[in-house]
Nanobody, 124 residues
Framework: QVQLVESGGGLVQAGGSLRLSCAAS????????MGWFRQAPGREREFVAF????????YYADSVKGRFTISRDNAKKTMYLQMNSLKPEDTAVYYC?????????????????WGQGTQVTVSS
């Protein structure tokens, strides 16, 4: 089992950058594939990015491709989301999630563990 805690959210102007962190507890972090999701007000939670257990494979939603970078440090049991060139439409609560399966997945129900979320607000 793994517990997840996000941090690093905040208020930033359009064009700015933020780095989100997802700290995990538990001894098996390195065996989990991880993902970032986000939920804007009045909208469903959506997939943002995926990283496999080793960090050798990453995938992104089209809306963030080229602007966001997902990474992980298994020794620190932490995953990151570097967000550059932020837009007002990136405003949302961002969640990290872990799944025990190895393969790339974008659906929420494929993930077993979730953090509590961190708010990102991008002003125009």
């Amino acid at each position: 089992q793994v517990q997840l805690v996000e941090s690093g959210g905040g208020l930033v102007q359009a064009g700015g950058s933020l780095r989100l962190s997802c700290a995990a507890s538990g001894r098996t972090f390195s065996t989990y594939a991880m993902g970032w999701f986000r939920q804007a007000p009045g909208r469903e939670r959506e997939f943002v990015a995926f990283i496999n257990w080793s960090g050798s494979a990453t995938y992104y939603a089209d809306s963030v491709k080229g602007r966001f970078t997902i990474s992980r440090d298994n020794a620190k049991k932490t995953m990151y989301l570097q967000m550059n060139s932020l837009k007002p439409e990136d405003t949302a609560v961002y969640y990290c999630a872990a799944r025990s399966g190895a393969y790339y997945r974008t659906q929420q129900h494929e993930y077993n563990y979730w953090g509590q979320g961190t708010q990102v607000t991008v002003s125009s």
